[in-house]
């Protein structure tokens, strides 16, 4: 069971940290640093352009050195570890990963400079994540977000409960931004009315009903309302809000 | 039975290019768009919401996970797509 936020850890092929992960692209895993496609995060802990990865990128996904021009037109920074270690990382903001994208060796003498490296991979288009790295993303993902959405879920309830009126807030399994207030119903005994904000750029089909079926357990679907505030304030465009009466 | 859904990369990259086109905010384009598509899409909604909570008093996490990542191979072909663009 969960006993906190998955945060600045390795977790199956991903390093998570508070608003985005780190992972390596299948193809700098198994040509770059001779590693199975489904090595683990961790497994890769020890290799020094991966140090560099988490060191660097865990707290900023962005740096100032850019591995440049680029036909891809994306902005592609370098990492470095010592002398000979270099790296291209690539923060996907829409999807909220830096990815790790190539490594080579920096050795003018003898293997030559990995930034012409890194630029052929680029002419080549073999330098961006693929659709099967989004895919292993996506799963890990879902994964992760089935395996504690309810403990989570639970767990911001139970925040919300002891403070009725005020909005309590949680980024369940590290994906979904979300906003929830308890507030007791005065006429009815043992019902309190629940209403939850959500951020529109986090959801998937998928998550959505996940995340309200865990919050409203014993609601009929069609019993959830759609409000357009919540404790008082106006929900925001990016946003949208839900709710229903809960017999406690 | 599954619906082929394309939420959310390709709404949201949509939304940032009809957005840009037409000096609006991507914030209101992709709010209209939740709109619009959980309205065409309310009872697949509704049988997921169901699905959902069938599998959360079961305790089927493994239920669960299939379900969150029913439109995954969609997505990430989307995602591929759009890191290219």
Redesign the interface.
């Known amino acids: 069971m969960p006993s906190g936020p998955l945060i600045n850890i390795a977790r199956h092929g991903s390093y998570l940290c508070v608003s985005y992960e780190l992972r390596v692209t299948a193809r700098c895993l198994a040509e770059d640093l001779g590693r199975p496609g489904d090595d683990p995060f961790s497994r890769l802990a020890n290799h020094e352009i991966v140090v560099a990865f988490i060191n660097r990128r865990r707290d900023s996904p962005e740096d100032t050195r850019q591995v440049a021009p680029l036909s891809?037109g994306?902005t592609v920074y370098r990492l470095a570890y010592g002398n000979r270690h270099r790296g291209a990382t690539w923060y996907?903001e829409?999807?909220r990963v830096v990815w790790l994208l190539a490594y080579a060796q920096h050795d003018f003498a003898a293997a030559g400079d990995a930034f012409p490296y890194f630029k052929e991979l680029d002419a080549a288009?073999r330098l961006?994540?693929?659709?099967?790295?989004?895919?292993a993303?996506?799963?890990a993902?879902?994964?992760r977000?089935?395996?504690v959405?309810?403990f989570e879920a639970a767990n911001l309830l139970s925040a919300a409960r002891a403070s009725p009126g005020t909005e309590r807030r949680a980024i369940i399994a590290g994906q979904l931004a979300v906003g929830l207030v308890v507030e007791i119903v005065e006429d009815l005994e043992g019902v309190e009315e629940i209403t939850v904000a959500l951020r529109?750029?986090d959801?998937?089909?998928?998550?959505?009903?996940?995340l309200?079926?865990?919050l409203f357990?014993d609601s009929a679907?069609?019993d959830i309302q759609t409000p357009t505030s919540l404790a008082g304030r106006v929900l925001?465009?990016?946003e949208?809000g839900y709710r229903a009466l809960i017999e406690r | 039975m599954s619906v082929v859904v394309r939420l959310p990369e390709d709404l949201y990259a949509s939304a940032r290019r009809i957005a840009s086109l037409q000096g609006r905010q991507a914030a209101d384009l992709l709010s209209e768009a939740w709109a619009e598509y959980l309205d065409v899409h309310r009872e697949q909604f509704a049988s997921d919401f169901e699905e959902a909570a069938q599998l959360l008093r079961s305790g089927d996490t493994q239920g669960l996970t299939e379900l969150a990542g029913r439109s995954v191979k969609d997505r990430a072909e989307e995602a591929a797509r759009a890191a290219r663009e």
């Open positions: 891809t994306r996907d829409a999807n288009d961006l994540p693929t659709a099967d790295d989004y895919r993303l996506f799963e993902r879902a994964a977000f089935a395996e959405v309810a529109l750029e959801l998937t089909p998928e998550s959505l009903p996940i309200l079926a865990a357990p679907f069609d925001g465009k990016n949208i």
